[in-house]
């Protein structure tokens, strides 16, 4: 098929993807929510069937995508859609971990501070909790969940940090490979780059695992760990995204996709893991040292 001209801009048929990506969240959002609010063991089931269902989308809209790409039905005007698409994308993006970076901000400088009888005037916490320090981190006034550690940010938070940094360096000489069409040397940096994601997953795994079993860090202990684990929660999701997407952009390059001049479908994937990145930056420096 051949390239639209510069006046011509691509209109897609109509997508199912969009729909089933809508239900897969829900489903997602609803099972986790009766399996953080509810004892029946069945109901997790309903929250990996909703990841089930995003994974489906994931594939089979990539797959749409791709093909439109490689019969060359994006123009210069449709990358343009494309890269402003991307860059709203990861506005929206920053805004939602900016709302949990804010509840942790509020909480440590004016919450905590102020049930702790800083800056009242009235001694309100003496009424309230009489006795609690204001001291950061927290479980709460009254221990809600009975004592706990909290984890050794440079031990596992310092390996991952290391390896989300060595990531950037990995995908960025991929992507000057490709520019270069030295597609042998974009591959390797790029299996690099899904190894060392993947790598990263698994310590985060062993963390929360160290957190539940070892030092009695769980969700339910205050406001430190649901601001702990919904940071790093959601982190750790958007790192498994970002693996996906770079593992699905190697197999499109070992295939012979992409060209030197033309190549937005890697660069999208490229600006979104930066920028896992320097939210996990801000994950360390906020959550787990400070």
């Given amino acids: 098929m051949s390239e639209l001209s510069k006046d011509q801009y691509y209109v897609p048929h109509l997508a199912k993807w969009p729909i089933v990506g809508s239900i897969g969240l829900t489903t997602t959002v609803l099972g986790a929510i ?16 909703g990841f089930a269902i995003i994974l489906f989308m994931m ?3 990539f797959g749409d995508v791709i093909k439109e790409s490689e019969n060359n039905l994006y123009n210069t005007q449709v990358d343009t859609s494309f890269r402003m698409g ?7 993006e920053v805004m939602f971990f900016a709302g949990f970076f804010g509840a942790l901000f509020y909480a440590r400088t004016f919450s905590v501070p102020w049930l702790g009888g800083e800056g009242t005037g009235l001694a309100t916490n003496e009424v309230l909790y009489p006795g609690y320090e204001g001291v950061w981190p927290t479980n709460g006034p009254g221990d809600l ?7 050794d940010p440079y031990h596992l938070p310092l390996v991952n940090t290391l390896l989300l940094l060595t990531s950037s360096i990995t995908i960025t000489i991929a992507h000057h490979a490709l520019r270069a069409n030295n597609r042998a040397q974009t591959i390797i940096w790029l299996i690099a780059t899904v190894i060392l994601g993947a790598i ?18 769980k969700l339910s202990s205050g406001i430190y760990g649901s601001t702990f684990f919904m940071l790093t929660g959601f982190h750790g999701m958007h790192v498994t995204l970002g693996t996906i997407m770079i593992a699905i952009i190697t197999i499109r390059v070992i295939k012979g996709h992409f060209r030197p001049e033309s190549h937005f479908g ?4 490229a600006w979104y893991w930066h920028f896992v990145d320097v939210v996990w930056l ?6 787990y040292i400070l």
């Fill in 59 to 61: 594939f089979g809209w």
């Fill in 145 to 151: 969940n009975g004592h706990y550690d909290i984890i």
């Fill in 200 to 217: 990263f997953l698994y310590y985060q795994a062993e963390e929360y695992i160290e957190a539940y079993q070892q030092l009695n860090l």
């Fill in 282 to 287: 801000g994950l360390f420096i906020f959550v």
């Fill in 86 to 92: 991307m860059v709203w994308f990861i506005f929206s």
């Fill in 34 to 49: 009766n399996m953080l609010n509810s004892e029946n063991p069945g109901t997790p089931w309903v929250m990996y069937l």
């Fill in 266 to 269: 890697f660069e999208a994937v």
